[in-house]
């Protein structure tokens, strides 16, 4: 395990999240604050990510400065739109149909609150998909139930590993969590007792 100076919260209940964190090394605990997840209409696309990260991290007050905690949040981008969590069936198989064929961005921000203090940064992957069929579609929905993934899929799953032909970026950028970039900002309170 890496061992940090302080003890590191994981503020999200993403199990991909909190699988990323396990495999890097890192010991957490688990702890989810209901969070608006409104943003100004105004807001570059781009910034969204890490915008929501950042209110993500204010939830959690100043009882927490004896910790580091850590948030996270996922946009999926097509043609400058922000594709959310699908509601329903078919929310998620128009979704799906939409992205079938084309190339878009998952861009994931992270915020880590130290002291206090909040370092906010984001990466991005660029993601391109094969044309998908309605019976890919509906095996992938009926199977994999993708409901709480933005843009209505998981790139782990059957249609990440069975229909991305290209990544451009970090796979665990579009998993949830760009973990290099993670570590880098966790570098400064790594303790090595090895």
């Known amino acids: 395990m890496i061992m940090l100076t302080k003890p590191l919260v994981l503020g999200s209940g993403s199990p991909r999240r909190k699988e990323i964190l396990e495999k890097a090394g890192f010991q957490f605990s688990v702890e989810v604050k209901p969070t608006d997840e409104s943003f100004p209409k105004s807001m570059p696309v781009g910034e969204v990510a890490s915008y929501l990260s950042a209110q993500k991290v204010t939830e959690f007050g100043d009882e927490y400065n004896d910790k580091i905690v850590l948030c996270s949040d996922t946009v999926v981008i097509l043609n400058g739109e922000i594709m959310n969590k699908p509601i329903d069936v078919s929310e998620a198989a128009m979704m799906l149909k939409t992205l079938s064929g084309n190339q878009h961005k998952v861009i994931t921000g992270v915020s880590v609150k130290v002291n206090g ?24 929905i009926k199977t994999c139930k993708p409901f709480d993934k933005a843009g209505a899929y998981g790139i782990q799953d059957f249609i990440g590993m069975a229909k991305i032909s290209k990544l451009e970026g970090s796979f665990y950028t579009v998993m949830g969590l760009p ?3 993670v570590y880098q900002a966790l570098q400064p309170y790594i303790q090595w007792n090895l």
Do not use: G, R
């Open 117 to 140: 203090e909040i370092n906010s940064f984001s990466d991005e992957c660029f993601v391109n998909f094969e044309e998908l069929s309605d019976s890919e579609i509906n095996y992938y």
């Open 179 to 181: 973990v290099h970039k």
